[in-house]
């Protein structure tokens, strides 16, 4: 067996550091529109009426297409649902000659086609880590808006609070300290599924992996890098993760 052979990484040095980069920048945006997608259909699988039309509409228009999409995402592989992205979801909108944005008027046939080719893999990317991860961030708010006792909830509501301004007030403030863990989780989970990208030609770390292991037809040196890398880049997330628990604990405590 040989040794390490460091010549191969220095020579690729500049294509790893902007595979670190995307890798970054695809977590951070994920990471923020999933969050937010998430809460969105948190607060729609909680959607309720006491009595009265509004209890059927919200049910049957909002509540179940929710738990079909949270299990339609859940029950797939994130690698399956990025190929439907990239090849399929991303063309009927943006394709320069029949895409509903381009046919719609809301962009030229030419900007279509210049955002195909220059960002098309990173938007599929996006897309589809951004409604996959929503589907499982959903259950985490869900669950934290409903360990907070209801009585707060009746409360405010008591006191003359609309239900938006007890949500942002009042009940997620005390479910996000509880939820942190799992959203920490979740980040991590995204920063690594992020690798699958790669597929679809995302010049990511993975990326950068695969073309030095094609270039020198090994895969020790390229495989071994990047798996250092994520390590650092997880470490660092859970460490950050650990650093927002302390602070919300005290803020608890005062």
């Known amino acids: 067996m040989t040794g390490f052979r460091w010549e191969i990484i220095q020579e690729y040095l500049p294509l790893f550091i902007d595979g670190a980069m995307m890798t970054l920048k695809c977590t951070l945006i994920c990471v923020i529109s999933g969050t937010l997608w998430g809460l969105a259909l948190g607060l729609g699988r909680l959607a309720h009426a006491p009595h009265g039309p509004w209890k059927y509409l919200l049910r049957y228009a909002i509540q179940w ?4 999409y949270i299990s339609a995402f859940r029950g797939t592989p994130l690698f399956v649902q990025i190929m439907v992205v990239h090849f399929a979801l991303i063309p009927l ?8 944005l381009v046919s719609g008027g809301i962009m030229s046939a030419d900007f279509a086609r210049a955002l195909r080719s220059e960002y098309g893999a990173f938007l599929s990317c996006v897309v589809a880590i ?10 985490i708010f869900r ?12 409360a405010s509501r008591s006191l003359g609070m609309p239900y938006g301004s007890t949500m942002r007030k009042v009940i997620l403030p005390q479910a996000f300290r509880r939820m942190l863990p799992p959203l920490g989780n979740n980040a991590i989970a995204i920063l690594k599924d992020s690798s699958l990208a790669s597929a679809i030609g995302l010049a990511d770390l993975a990326y950068a992996a695969r073309t030095v292991s094609g270039a020198y037809a090994t895969y020790w040196e390229p495989y071994l890098v990047i798996s250092l890398v994520y390590w650092v880049f997880t470490f660092l997330l859970s ?5 927002m628990e302390k602070r919300f604990g005290k803020s608890d405590s005062r």
Request: glycine share 10%; net charge negative; aromatic share 8%.
């Open 93 to 100: 909108f943006i394709n320069p000659r029949d895409g509903l």
């Open 130 to 139: 951004t409604l996959n991860a929503g589907a499982y961030v959903s259950e």
């Open 65 to 68: 297409p929710v738990r079909i």
């Open 239 to 243: 460490l950050l993760v650990q650093y």
């Open 143 to 154: 669950a934290g808006i409903q360990s907070i006792d209801r009585g707060q909830t009746e």
